[in-house]
């Protein structure tokens, strides 16, 4: 993440607080899209930093895709689904490796806050 960007000190924060860490090869990739399953994952780090309720229950059965959910994001993906916070996309498809879009992440957010912070 280079320096003096808009988004620099935020990165940094969250980096040092456990909430993000890049790609694992040494590379954030600030500009990329965000996957479904990464906001998951920032959300459930996040409850955890917090202290929030992040106990993990349920999977991911239910969809025709869960099986394609990374391995590191399976615990924060089925934490999202089972709090309300990731639904599917159509009938039974939760496209967890496919990119959000800016709707998608507001109403994410709007549900972390009315079913995470309360």
Not at 1 to 18: C, F, H, I, R, S
Request: charged share 25%.
């Amino acid at each position: 993440v280079p320096d003096g960007q808009w988004y620099t000190e935020a990165v940094d924060w969250a980096a040092a607080n456990d909430l993000v860490n890049g790609y694992g090869n040494s590379t954030f990739g600030p500009e990329d899209d965000i996957t479904r399953e990464q906001m998951a994952a920032i959300l459930y780090r996040y409850a955890q930093f917090k202290g929030y309720d992040h106990a993990v229950q349920g999977d991911l059965s239910r969809f025709t895709d869960g099986g394609q959910t990374s391995d590191w994001a399976r615990d924060a993906v089925v934490w999202a689904v089972d709090k309300g916070l990731l639904t599917g996309k159509g009938q039974k498809t939760l496209a967890p490796t496919g990119t959000a879009t800016r709707a998608e992440l507001a109403t994410i957010l709007m549900r972390f806050c009315e079913n995470i912070v309360r």
